[in-house]
Nanobody, 123 residues
Framework: VQLQASGGGLVQAGDSLRLSCSAS????????MGWFRQAPGKEREVVAA????????VYTDSVKGRFTISRERAKDTMYLQMNNLKPEDTAVYYC?????????????????WGRGTQVTVSS
C-alpha cells in the first residue's frame, strides 16, 4: 500500500488549506487513518485520526476547532481541512493507515505511512 499526501503549501496566518491522502489500493477502507506532523527540531506528533467509517475522530488539543479530518472510503481518500492556520502549524504533514479499525494517537498503531507534504504558515 502506498499513501500519497498532497495539498501542502506556503500560506499566511489565518488562511486555509486542505490536505488529501490517497491510498493506492483498497486496503485502508476498513482501517483507521491518521494525520501526523513533524516540525523542524521536534518529534512527530499526531494531529488527528479517524475510524474506518468516519464515525470517530480524535484531535490534538492545539487544532481542535480549526482542523477537520474526514474520509471518503469509496475513493480511498482522507482529508484534513485546516482553517485559521497559525505559524506553529508549520510542519511536514504525514498520513498513515492504522493496524486496526480506529485511528489512535499512538504512532506505533500505524502500519503504513505516506511521504509527507510541507505546510508553511507565515506570520
Amino acid at each position: 500500500v502506498q499513501l500519497q499526501a498532497s495539498g501542502g503549501g506556503l500560506v499566511q496566518a489565518g488562511d486555509s488549506l486542505r490536505l488529501s491522502c490517497s491510498a493506492s489500493a483498497r486496503t485502508s477502507s476498513n482501517n483507521g487513518m491518521g494525520w501526523f506532523r513533524q516540525a523542524p527540531g521536534k518529534e512527530r506528533e499526531v494531529v488527528a485520526a479517524i475510524s474506518w467509517n468516519g464515525g470517530n475522530t480524535v484531535y490534538t488539543d492545539s487544532v481542535k476547532g480549526r482542523f477537520t479530518i474526514s474520509r471518503e472510503r469509496a475513493k480511498d481518500t482522507m482529508y484534513l481541512q485546516m482553517n485559521n492556520l497559525k505559524p506553529e502549524d508549520t510542519a511536514v504533514y504525514y498520513c498513515a493507515t492504522a493496524r486496526g479499525s480506529f485511528g489512535t494517537r499512538q504512532q506505533g498503531d500505524y502500519k503504513y505511512w505516506g511521504r509527507g507534504t510541507q505546510v508553511t504558515v507565515s506570520s
